[in-house]
């Protein structure tokens, strides 16, 4: 299924009496790079996280944001750093001593010094938060690939509608490019009397020119190749995922195309039409950008 690169997933679990919240988000990117915020002591979850991310994005910037909470499993304990407490009262006293000013020491105005408190956290058991954590990672990256594929659903859906008026625009071309012939001819044939003043000319000169002109303009080529890159383009969307920069290389070569078929017409009509038709690939390449 196709997918968009951009995306929302987020999931919160209590695993082992561990609080973990997993978050993540990305935006378009040529390629797979991720970020990943952890708490400072679980540095090693963040290659974890990559390879596991790696194996189901391919694409597209990825933040993830990860919260873990202990709390609840005692891991924690907070301790009174009584020689630094000590010091820091005497010190305070000694100013007040000294500049006869109002001691209004309290506990609250000691306890906001950070350095009063020793915060200690006991051994983690690495595999097992790594265990906990990926589990909710998993939860957050299906709920974020869901989004992502109803986002792909809609693009693919606008894609194939703009192949549809681009295949319109080019059925007009095709039956348009004879004319484009006839009207050749019969000026040709009209500038040959004016010159000759004389209804008399050469019939076969006639042809000839008109056949090199013919052969100058003709389109039938980039016709059949826009119409098989459109073929490929719809094969893509209907079959495959992760096909964003094939997608990418098929709306050039379709520019490209059309683009020939633009420099080869000598009809206002198909210039129209071809000028309709970029306009439609232009916001294809626009929406391929966002597929994965």
Same mark, same amino acid.
């Given at each position: 299924m196709?997918?968009?690169?951009?995306?929302?997933?987020?999931?919160?679990?209590?695993?082992?009496? /561990?609080?973990?919240?997993?978050? /993540?988000?990305?935006?378009?990117?040529?390629?797979?790079?991720?970020?990943?915020?952890?708490?400072?002591?679980f540095g090693f979850l963040e290659e974890q996280l990559k390879n596991y991310?790696?194996?189901k994005i391919s694409r597209g910037k990825i933040e993830m944001y990860v919260t873990v909470d202990l709390s609840e499993t005692n891991q924690t304990q907070i301790e009174i750093n009584h020689d630094f407490a000590n010091s820091y009262?005497?010190?305070?006293?000694?100013?007040?001593?000294?500049?006869?000013?109002?001691?209004?020491?309290?506990? /609250?105005?000691?306890?906001?010094?950070?350095?009063?408190?020793?915060?200690?956290?006991?051994?983690?058991?690495?595999?097992?938060?790594?265990s906990a954590v990926l589990n909710v990672a998993d939860d957050a990256i299906c709920a974020f690939i869901k989004m992502r594929e109803t986002e792909g659903e809609r693009l693919k859906n606008d894609i194939l509608n703009r192949v549809s008026a681009i295949k319109n625009k080019l059925e007009l071309i095709e039956?348009?490019?004879?004319?484009?012939?006839?009207?050749?001819?019969?000026?040709?044939?009209?500038?040959?009397?004016?010159?000759?003043?004389?209804?008399n000319i050469d019939e076969q000169r006639i042809l000839t020119e008109t056949a090199i002109f013919a052969d100058k303009i003709?389109?039938?080529?980039?016709?059949?190749?826009?119409?098989?890159? /459109?073929?490929?383009?719809?094969?893509?969307?209907?079959?495959?995922?992760?096909?964003?920069?094939?997608?990418?290389?098929?709306?050039?070569?379709?520019?490209?195309e059309t683009n020939t078929i633009g420099s080869k017409a000598q009809n206002l009509n198909i210039a129209q039409c071809v000028v309709d038709i970029k306009s439609e690939i232009e916001k294809i390449r626009e929406q391929v950008q966002n597929i994965e």
């Open positions: 196709i997918r968009s690169m951009t995306g929302y997933g987020r999931s919160q679990k209590t695993i082992d009496n /561990m609080n973990i919240t997993v978050e /993540m988000k990305a935006v378009n990117h040529r390629y797979f790079e991720f970020n990943v915020r952890v708490p400072r002591a991310c790696r194996q009262i005497n010190a305070i006293n000694s100013l007040a001593n000294e500049y006869s000013l109002n001691n209004d020491i309290s506990v /609250m105005s000691i306890a906001r010094n950070p350095d009063i408190f020793k915060i200690t956290t006991a051994d983690i058991d690495e595999e097992l938060l790594s039956a348009e490019a004879p004319n484009t012939i006839i009207s050749y001819r019969e000026r040709l044939e009209q500038k040959v009397k004016e010159l000759l003043e004389s209804s003709a389109i039938d080529e980039e016709t059949v190749r826009l119409r098989s890159h /459109m073929a490929q383009l719809s094969d893509l969307l209907n079959n495959s995922a992760e096909v964003g920069k094939k997608l990418d290389f098929i709306v050039q070569e379709m520019n490209r």
